[in-house]
């Protein structure tokens, strides 16, 4: 089992950057493909980023994809996402969510397991 914690979320002019973080509870955080998911009010929660058990496979949503970076530290049981050239649009609540079982899932937030608490993202225009 594992518990997660975002963190770094806030209120960010357009064309700003945020950094998220997630952190990891338990030993076996590298056992995990990692992944970030949003929710905006009024619309269904959607996949952002996912990468894999060590990191050497990641995967965006086209909306965000040269904009976001997806990284995991497995030594410090972090997951970050790095956010540019923020939109709008990109106002949600972010998610991190670990999936312990197949990778070729890594979009549908029904495949994983753990979910955090969230962290609001606030892009003002």
């Given amino acids: 089992?594992?518990?997660?914690?975002?963190?770094?979320?806030?209120?960010?002019?357009?064309?700003?950057s945020l950094r998220l973080s997630c952190?990891?509870?338990?030993?076996?955080?590298?056992?995990?493909?990692m992944g970030w998911f949003r929710q905006a009010p009024g619309k269904e929660r959607e996949f952002v980023s996912a990468i894999n058990?060590?990191?050497?496979?990641?995967?965006?949503?086209?909306?965000?994809?040269?904009?976001?970076t997806i990284s995991r530290d497995n030594a410090k049981n972090t997951l970050s996402l790095q956010m540019n050239s923020l939109k709008p649009e990109d106002?949600?609540?972010?998610?991190?969510?670990?999936?312990?079982?197949?990778?070729?899932?890594?979009?549908?937030?029904?495949?994983y397991d753990y979910w955090g608490q969230g962290t609001q993202v606030t892009v003002s225009s």
């Fill in 23 to 33: 952190a990891a509870s338990g030993r076996t955080f590298s056992r995990y493909i």
């Fill in 53 to 68: 058990w060590s990191g050497s496979t990641t995967n965006y949503a086209d909306s965000v994809k040269s904009r976001f």
């Fill in 1 to 16: 089992q594992v518990q997660l914690v975002e963190s770094g979320g806030g209120l960010v002019q357009a064309g700003g």
């Fill in 91 to 111: 106002t949600a609540i972010y998610y991190c969510a670990a999936n312990a079982n197949y990778y070729s899932g890594y979009s549908r937030g029904i495949n």
